[in-house]
């Protein structure tokens, strides 16, 4: 059945019609439909626009759709042009002609943006409680890591001595900037189109109050216009999970890295590893690699979204219709990422001593050399000079920083005393970065004890929202 035709003679050409279908896209927003339609027919009949016997007889006839969909009684019909006149068709077939009364005081358009408002809600309060999950795994890692010595890296050189623990946390503060945007983005979206109509409202009576209400909205909202043709909360809805990704892809990228021969800083459980169809020595990081291209594609759903919408009049055109599928592509790609590198990572093997061996080299503890001379009274400048003619005195001699005696030091300045071994050991290095933020341990357990009290306070807002 469709919602409209009366003003047709002829049907539409076959290839039109499935051109113009999208049920195969917004089928999965069949709860969604229901639900909003069951407050909307609870509203007709309150409001008297519908008799109660009428809307108590609708009531009953979609919660047992409802039922037999999820039971598996009642398929999806993809002859349907949507999912909405596939609900209603199947309500009228079920309950007679009282079905044919669900559509008053609403439009397809309004109805579309509700159900969409209502499926990406529930959606991005599960893609954040899967962020709080990868945090919580990056938490444990950084407890059982917090003197695991490694190098850390600028410009993809050896720079300076820090932890695991303190590398990982890094992106436990990227991704609570992501859980973030995804609540902000929930509050955002958090308006009530139905009531809207096509465009201009109902001469009905109706009351949007009552169905915000219902259906858990903050309030409905305010502009019957942007109300059908928004689509802002599906962009940002895009551009938060885009971030998330490129975060992934970021801590992928590392992951693979120190899954190589050259790095071999981690080794990954075989349930989340691949081999190779003509190497038996490969056991290849797909997972972090596949995380990595799925950047891309989550990239061009936020790029097709934005460009669906950026040349759109007021209100509603049928241009819109192509914001579900990258959409939803875009929430189910990132949820499937979010849940399977947790995994990974959460079975990653760290290898604390081949770290730890890295960190030793590359001179990663010239800055403390250099910080060393100035606590001893000489000019950064100067010291900052010093140690570059240390570090190629080393090269040429194939030492590292530690091997020079305390002769050979003297002989770049007489600021060098015996306390300079101490000061150049890995663990001091480390240990005496005890700034807020630095990768001391103390300043470790600070960021450790921020992150569970977060996870904490986030996972109880997330039980409150509908």
Known sequence: MKLWGGRFKSGVNELVNTFNASISIDSRMYKEDIIGSLAHVKMLGRQGIISSKDSEKIVNGLNEILKRIENGVIDIDNASEDIHSFIESTLTYYIGDEGKKLHTG??????????????????????????????????????????????????????????FAHHIMAYAEMLKRD???????????????????????????????????????????????????????AIEALSALSLIMMHLSRFSEEVILWCTDEFNFVELDDAYSTGSSIMPQKKNPDVA???????????????????????????????????????????????????????????????????????????????DVADYLVKKGEAFRNAHEIVGK???????????????????????????????????????????????GGPSSSSVQNQISLLENFIGEKLEVLKCLK
């Open 179 to 233: 859980y973030g945007r995804l609540l902000d983005c929930y509050d955002r979206m958090n308006e009530m189109p139905l009531g809207s109509g096509a465009l201009a409202t109902s001469t009905y009576p109706i009351d949007r109050n009552f169905v915000s209400n219902e259906l858990g909205f903050n309030n409905p909202t305010i502009n019957s216009i942007d109300s059908v043709s928004d689509r802002d909360y």
């Open 390 to 436: 240390i570090v190629l005195y080393c090269i040429d001699e194939n030492k590292t920083i530690y091997d020079l005696t305390l002769d050979e030091f003297k002989s770049f300045s007489p600021f060098f005393e015996e306390d300079v071994y101490k000061a150049i050991d890995l663990i001091t290095c480390v240990e005496d970065r005890s700034v807020m």
């Open 289 to 367: 690699e596949l995380v990595r291209g799925k950047t891309g594609r989550v990239y061009g759903d936020l790029m097709t979204l934005l460009t669906v919408m950026k040349g759109i009049p007021l209100a509603y055109n049928k241009d819109m219709q192509e914001d579900k599928e990258s959409l939803f592509d875009g929430l189910d790609t990132v949820l499937l990422s979010i849940q399977t590198f947790t995994g990974m990572l959460d079975t990653m093997k760290i290898k604390k001593d081949v770290m730890n061996k890295a960190a030793s080299g590359g001179f990663t503890n010239a800055t």
């Open 106 to 163: 609403r439009s397809r358009n309004d109805q579309v943006a509700l159900d969409t408002k209502l499926y990406v809600k529930k959606y991005l309060i599960v893609v954040a409680n899967q962020v709080l999950n990868l945090q919580t795994v990056i938490l444990n890692k950084a407890k059982e890591n917090i003197n695991t010595i490694m190098p850390g890296y600028t410009h993809m050189q050896k720079a300076q001595p820090i932890t």
